[in-house]
């Protein structure tokens, strides 16, 4: 079988990852590097044993496939190029900055016949593939994502830097359109929002409060599902899946507090968890996922199977990340008509810090500010 032939687009973080994995498969041609300042290009391509180049456009009848990692702003025009050439994609998330672009490299990438990839690496995470198949029916998700600010992706803020990873592992759960979104943020840094909370209603019921920062002096990655089958905690770092599923008698409403004996109180003191609220705790090896998603995407055009985040899912977690921060810009902060609105209307020192703080870290800050 011939190797695929691919270039990969962008020299920062993810597409210096990208390219050394790439670079190592045995199935696959790495043929070139693209960026266009030099040292990076350079750099990347020395480590790969491949070329560099500025510019991709002499490269597109030379590929079978590509990785888009170039700045968010540019991958509707970069990745509109690749699948009008037949290309198959591997774009990293966000597919790109709004949802019309999207759904014009949708409909190119289906009338084509490629794959589109969406990057959104997390459902590769097996802490949530685990939390994923147990608890099939959400009916609230509470997904807390904050980190300290990494000075990459400053072309956007932090609903499609950091939230957007959430939006899509909470579509992916609960399967159904959204009735409603209400949000909130604010920017610390000046270009865009840093901090945002929201909260979504789903047709079927389902709530969901999605919370972001990237202002934060704790890494948090934490979802809590709380479902039909039962309740599941996912620690995206440190790959661990709590799961809680309640006793036959709990789910009948059985379970009567107030006939209880005093003996009884006694025992279910000490006891009660365990009998009706048993916890299981799975606990998963570090796993590559950047390689595990680059194994869907070459499978995939393969196989001419959908890669497990599709193009079409990509899209959507980029319209719900536009609801959001539609209402973040109208959010009003006080009662009166006209009044300050949105993430840049606060003044900085009036900033509340993020609700991730460690309490040591919260009070250290109220004695600086």
């Not at 044993?49 to 597109?60: C, G, N, P, V, W």
Request: glycine share 6%; net charge neutral.
């Amino acid at each position: 079988m011939s190797k695929l032939r691919i270039a990969v687009v962008g020299t920062g973080r993810l597409g210096g990852f990208h390219a050394q994995k790439l670079a190592a498969r045995r199935d696959v041609e790495l043929v070139a590097i693209v960026d266009p300042v030099a040292a990076n290009r350079d750099r990347v391509a020395a480590q790969c044993k491949t070329q560099a180049r500025a510019d991709y456009a002499d490269l597109l009848g030379q590929l079978d496939a590509a990785v888009i990692a170039a700045p968010t702003s540019l991958h509707h025009r970069i990745a509109r190029e690749f699948l009008d050439a037949g290309i198959h994609l591997l774009v990293e998330k966000p597919l790109c900055t709004t949802r019309r672009d999207a759904d014009e490299l949708v409909a190119v990438a289906r009338r084509r016949g490629v794959v589109l990839q969406v990057g959104h690496v997390e459902r590769f995470n097996p802490a949530f593939q685990a939390a994923a198949d147990e608890l099939r029916t959400p009916k609230y998700i509470e997904a807390v994502r904050a980190s300290g600010f990494t000075f990459r992706s400053t072309d956007v803020g932090v609903v499609l830097d950091v939230m957007i990873h959430d939006l899509d592992l909470v579509l992916s759960m609960v399967r159904s359109p959204v009735r409603k979104v209400d949000a909130l943020g604010f920017s610390i840094l000046g270009g865009h929002e840093d901090v945002v909370n929201a909260r979504l209603e789903f047709e079927c019921g389902c709530v969901a409060t999605v919370s972001a920062s990237r202002v934060s002096y704790e890494q948090v990655r934490r979802m809590q599902v709380w479902a039909l089958e039962g309740f599941g905690a996912v620690d995206f770092a440190a790959r661990t899946t709590t799961l809680v599923r309640p006793s036959e008698t709990l789910c009948r409403r059985q379970f009567d507090v107030d006939a209880l004996t005093a003996q009884e109180i006694d025992h279910y003191r000490q006891h009660f968890a365990e009998e009706h609220l048993p916890k299981h705790t799975l606990s998963f090896d570090a796993i590559d996922a950047l390689a595990l998603e680059q194994e869907d995407f070459l499978e995939s055009i393969c196989t001419r199977r959908d890669p497990l985040v599709t193009g079409q899912a990509g899209r959507d977690a980029l319209g719900l990340a536009e609801q959001i921060l539609a209402r973040v810009r109208a959010h009003c902060w006080d009662a009166s008509l006209g009044g300050p609105a949105g993430p840049l209307a606060l003044p900085a020192r009036h900033v509340i810090p993020s609700p991730h703080l460690a309490p040591a870290a919260a009070a250290a800050q109220q004695r600086v500010g």
